[in-house]
């Protein structure tokens, strides 16, 4: 595609469902990256992907978050047991791996809203 | 400590006025700097990239100082259309990328 996709744009679950949030990156790029932002902050990483290698979740907060790019394209973001503090925009973004100054490239992001 | 810092504002300028960001970060071994641009309720996207050498583009300046890790942005003879949150942004090359961001600093000019 010509951009980054992710779907749905607006997600309300109510508190313990589970959601899924998936991300089409741009094609050919090998890079994947998931952040989460609350309102007024910057993102915060979550998890970084080189095809479908899982290279860093440091920034994944608890064990209820897990992401997966089995075949090194389409990402899913998945969160289990949806608490009110996971209520943020969840952002993906992907770029070209090994290109110094490499733009990163964002989708428009899911809003989950938890109640 | 947060490893990319940010005054997170707000700026409050006139239109035409020149404006200056600074960002520090923390991790020395970070490899690539960049001002994204993020206009309320949209994604981030990239302003500029940061070098050490310094770079413009039109009215955009951004300075790298990687002695003192910091990095700066100016905008000369600012616009309304340049009312945003400005990210600072660093990647990291350690066996993974990892695109730290700091906080925004969120910029409104005035008419």
């Known amino acids: 595609g010509a951009g980054v996709s992710q779907s749905p744009r607006y997600k309300v679950a109510k508190r313990g469902q589970d959601v899924a949030l998936r991300c089409d990156p741009i094609?050919?790029?090998?890079?994947l990256f998931w952040y989460q932002q609350a309102l007024g902050q910057g993102p915060e990483f979550l998890t970084y992907?080189?095809?479908?290698?899982?290279?860093?979740k440091s920034g994944l907060p608890s064990d209820r978050f897990f992401a997966e790019r089995p075949e090194g394209s389409v990402s899913t973001l998945k969160i289990q047991r949806t608490q009110q503090e996971d209520s943020a925009v969840y952002l993906c973004?992907?770029?070209?791996?090994?290109?110094?100054?490499?733009?990163?490239?964002f989708g428009q992001g899911t809003r989950l809203t938890v109640v | 400590r947060k490893e990319v810092e940010q005054d997170p504002g707000p700026f409050n300028v006139p239109e035409g006025a020149t404006v200056a960001f600074n960002c520090t970060y923390s991790?020395?071994?970070?490899?690539?700097f960049f001002w994204y641009r993020q206009d309320c309720r949209k994604e981030p996207k990239l302003l500029m990239s940061?070098?050490?050498s310094g770079n413009e583009d039109g009215r955009f300046t951004a300075q790298l100082n990687r002695a003192s890790q910091y990095i700066s942005l100016l905008i000369r003879d600012s616009k309304l259309s340049d009312s945003a949150t400005y990210l600072c942004?660093?990647?990291?090359?350690?066996?993974?990328?990892?695109?730290?961001f700091g906080q925004g600093t969120r910029l409104t000019i005035n008419p």
């Open positions: 973004a992907s770029n070209l791996e090994g290109a110094v100054n490499s733009e990163a490239f």
């Open positions: 094609s050919g790029h090998v890079s």
């Open positions: 992907f080189q095809n479908e290698a899982q290279l860093d």
């Open positions: 991790n020395s071994a970070s490899q690539s």
């Open positions: 940061v070098y050490s």
């Open positions: 942004v660093v990647n990291k090359f350690q066996g993974a990328q990892k695109l730290v």
